[in-house]
C-alpha cells in the first residue's frame, strides 16, 4: 500500500472518529433539553418560544455567513416553511408540556419514537416501501411503550396526560421531518432551519402572550436557563448531529442518537430524584431497541 494512500485512510478514520465523537457531544446537548425545561422558571410554552426566539438571530447569521447558499425562494417554499414551522412549534409546545407532566425519562423516551411515526407517514404519503423488520421494530418500541406508560396509570391523570403527550410530540415531529423532505433538495438546510424557526416563533408568540402563564424570567439565573436551552440545545446540539450525519453511517448514527434519552434520565435521576422502576427500565430498553431496528430497516 503506498504512503499517500495510507494517509487518505487515516485520515478518513480520524474524520470519522471526531465525528462520532461530534455525534455524542450533540445528543448530549438535546439530552439537556429536557432538563433546562424543568429547571426554566417561565410556563411550558413560553419555554419552547425562547428556545426558538433566542436560537432565531444565530440561524439567520449561519444563513447569511454561508457563501454559495441557495437562496432560490417561491411560493412552495414559503409554503413548506410555514408547514414546517407549525408541526415544529405544535411539537415544541406540546413536549415541554409533557417534561412537566410526567418524569423526564417517559416524555424524552416517547417523544423519540417519532422516527416510527416517520416511516409510517413515509410509507402512507410516499408509497415507500416497509420491510418486516421496520414492523417488528415498531411492534417492539410499542410494546415498549406500553411497560414504560402503565405505571402512570396508577399514578394519576396528569401523568397519563404528561405520556400521551409525549407520544403526539413524537407525531407532530415527524410531521415536521415528513415537511421538509422535499424541501432539502432545493435549499440549504440553514436556510429551511430559518425559515421554518421564523414561522414557529410567529406562532408560539401570540399563544405566549394569551396563556396565563410567566412569561419572562425572574432574574439572571431563568435567563441564563433559557439561554443554555436555546444555544445548547438548539443551535449546537442541532449542528453537531447535523455534521456528523453527514460522515458516519445511518446506522451507527441511529445507535449514537438514542443515548439523548438515556442521558436525558439519568440527568434527571440525580437531579429531581425521578427514579425508574424495573418496569419502566424494561419498556425504556424495549422502545429504544425498537426505534434502532425501524431506524435500521428504514
Same mark, same amino acid.
Given at each position: 500500500m503506498k504512503t499517500e494512500e495510507r494517509l487518505d485512510i487515516a485520515k478518513g478514520e480520524g474524520v470519522k472518529t471526531v465525528a462520532f465523537a461530534t455525534l455524542l457531544a450533540g445528543s448530549a446537548a438535546l439530552g439537556l433539553s429536557p432538563i433546562f425545561v424543568r429547571l426554566s422558571d417561565v410556563g411550558p410554552t413560553a419555554s419552547a418560544f425562547w428556545r426558538l426566539a433566542l436560537a432565531l438571530p444565530v440561524l439567520w447569521v449561519w444563513v447569511l455567513a454561508r457563501k454559495g447558499t441557495r437562496a432560490r425562494t417561491s411560493p412552495s417554499l414559503f409554503g413548506i416553511a410555514v408547514l414546517a414551522g407549525v408541526f415544529f412549534a405544535a411539537d415544541l409546545g406540546v413536549w415541554h408540556w409533557s417534561i412537566v407532566y410526567t418524569t423526564v425519562a417517559n416524555?424524552?423516551?416517547?417523544?423519540?419514537?417519532?422516527?416510527v411515526f416517520v416511516t409510517l407517514g413515509g410509507w402512507f404519503l410516499y408509497r415507500q416501501?416497509?420491510?418486516?423488520?421496520f414492523i417488528a421494530?415498531?411492534?417492539?418500541? %410499542?410494546?415498549?411503550?406500553?411497560?414504560?406508560? *402503565?405505571? /402512570?396509570?396508577s399514578l394519576g391523570a396528569t401523568?397519563?396526560?404528561?405520556?400521551? =403527550?409525549?407520544?403526539?410530540a413524537a407525531v407532530f415531529y415527524a410531521g415536521y421531518m415528513l415537511?421538509?423532505?422535499?424541501?432539502?433538495?432545493?435549499?440549504?438546510?440553514?436556510?429551511?432551519?430559518?425559515?421554518?424557526?421564523t414561522v414557529s416563533v410567529a406562532l408560539l408568540l401570540p399563544v405566549v402572550l394569551l396563556s396565563p402563564q410567566p412569561m419572562f424570567p425572574r432574574g439572571l439565573h431563568g435567563w441564563a436557563v433559557l439561554?443554555? %436551552?436555546?444555544?445548547?440545545?438548539?443551535?449546537? *446540539?442541532? /449542528?453537531?448531529?447535523?455534521?456528523?450525519?453527514?460522515?458516519?453511517?445511518?446506522? =451507527?448514527?441511529?445507535?449514537?442518537?438514542?443515548?439523548?434519552?438515556?442521558?436525558?434520565a439519568v440527568l434527571a435521576w440525580i437531579l429531581f430524584g425521578e427514579a425508574l422502576a424495573w418496569p419502566q427500565l424494561c419498556g425504556a430498553a424495549l422502545v429504544l431497541t425498537g426505534i434502532f431496528v425501524a431506524r435500521r430497516s428504514s
Amino acid at each position: 500500500m503506498k504512503t499517500e494512500e495510507r494517509l487518505d485512510i487515516a485520515k478518513g478514520e480520524g474524520v470519522k472518529t471526531v465525528a462520532f465523537a461530534t455525534l455524542l457531544a450533540g445528543s448530549a446537548a438535546l439530552g439537556l433539553s429536557p432538563i433546562f425545561v424543568r429547571l426554566s422558571d417561565v410556563g411550558p410554552t413560553a419555554s419552547a418560544f425562547w428556545r426558538l426566539a433566542l436560537a432565531l438571530p444565530v440561524l439567520w447569521v449561519w444563513v447569511l455567513a454561508r457563501k454559495g447558499t441557495r437562496a432560490r425562494t417561491s411560493p412552495s417554499l414559503f409554503g413548506i416553511a410555514v408547514l414546517a414551522g407549525v408541526f415544529f412549534a405544535a411539537d415544541l409546545g406540546v413536549w415541554h408540556w409533557s417534561i412537566v407532566y410526567t418524569t423526564v425519562a417517559n416524555s424524552t423516551l416517547l417523544a423519540n419514537v417519532a422516527p416510527v411515526f416517520v416511516t409510517l407517514g413515509g410509507w402512507f404519503l410516499y408509497r415507500q416501501r416497509v420491510s418486516g423488520l421496520f414492523i417488528a421494530g415498531m411492534i417492539t418500541a %410499542l410494546g415498549g411503550t406500553t411497560l414504560l406508560v *402503565g405505571p /402512570s396509570f396508577s399514578l394519576g391523570a396528569t401523568r397519563v396526560v404528561g405520556d400521551s =403527550l409525549g407520544v403526539l410530540a413524537a407525531v407532530f415531529y415527524a410531521g415536521y421531518m415528513l415537511s421538509i423532505k422535499r424541501a432539502r433538495e432545493d435549499v440549504s438546510t440553514a436556510l429551511l432551519m430559518a425559515l421554518g424557526t421564523t414561522v414557529s416563533v410567529a406562532l408560539l408568540l401570540p399563544v405566549v402572550l394569551l396563556s396565563p402563564q410567566p412569561m419572562f424570567p425572574r432574574g439572571l439565573h431563568g435567563w441564563a436557563v433559557l439561554v443554555g %436551552l436555546a444555544l445548547v440545545s438548539q443551535v449546537l *446540539g442541532q /449542528s453537531l448531529i447535523a455534521y456528523a450525519f453527514a460522515h458516519l453511517t445511518a446506522a =451507527l448514527s441511529s445507535v449514537a442518537v438514542l443515548t439523548q434519552p438515556v442521558i436525558a434520565a439519568v440527568l434527571a435521576w440525580i437531579l429531581f430524584g425521578e427514579a425508574l422502576a424495573w418496569p419502566q427500565l424494561c419498556g425504556a430498553a424495549l422502545v429504544l431497541t425498537g426505534i434502532f431496528v425501524a431506524r435500521r430497516s428504514s
